[in-house]
């Protein structure tokens, strides 16, 4: 199992950043997520937290290997939860990969809260766990190796890409 980290500091308020984490896709940094389908959205009426279950549809290749154990799919999706807390100022998303979970599962947790520091600013914590299924276990270390790399790779362009979507420059039409 391989695990990626990352953090960073958002120079905009909570609200901000969470009203913007429904546009930041499409965006030209992140051309691999094709699509953003919601398939359930409703407020807690006690606690006022927005749940919102979305398909995201991603495309990219894979290591040829890999790819010939998924019938040369290049189309994948995953599931996505998000629950945002405007009372603690708390947007945490889990997702997990629906394709291809037979051979690789993957599990990302991003959350953003308010800076106690400083009320202008947004903090982003990014987690996320790879892991190979028994069945491909003897090449584990390289396909949890290059799923480590493209994270860390798409994880950047995302956040380039957020930030365009911040300051107005990369919304969706």
């Given at each position: 199992?391989k ?12 609200s901000q ?14 051309p691999?997520?094709v ?36 019938g ?25 990969n ?7 599962n ?8 308010e800076?106690?520091?400083n ?8 987690e ?24 860390r ?16 420059q990369?919304?969706?039409?």
């Amino acid at each position: 199992m391989k695990l990626f980290e990352a953090t960073h500091t958002f120079f905009y308020d909570w609200s901000q950043v969470s009203a913007a984490n429904w546009r930041k896709y499409p965006n030209a940094n992140c051309p691999h997520v094709v699509a953003i389908d919601v398939l359930d959205r409703h407020v807690d009426p006690e606690t006022g937290v927005l749940r919102t279950e979305r398909l995201i549809t991603c495309h990219q290749t894979i290591p040829g290997m890999l790819n010939r154990m998924c019938g040369g799919c290049t189309i994948s999706y995953a599931r996505e939860v998000s629950e945002i807390d405007p009372q603690n100022k708390v947007l945490k998303m889990t997702s997990c990969n629906l394709s291809m979970n037979h051979l690789i599962n993957v599990t990302e947790t991003v959350t953003y809260t308010e800076d106690p520091t400083n009320l202008s600013r947004t903090l982003f914590k990014q987690e996320a766990r790879i892991k190979c299924g028994e069945s491909i276990s003897r090449f584990a270390g390289y396909i949890e190796n290059f799923f480590i790399q493209r994270f860390r790779d798409n994880a950047a362009q995302g956040r380039k890409g957020f930030e365009n979507v911040l300051m107005g420059q990369g919304e969706a039409a």
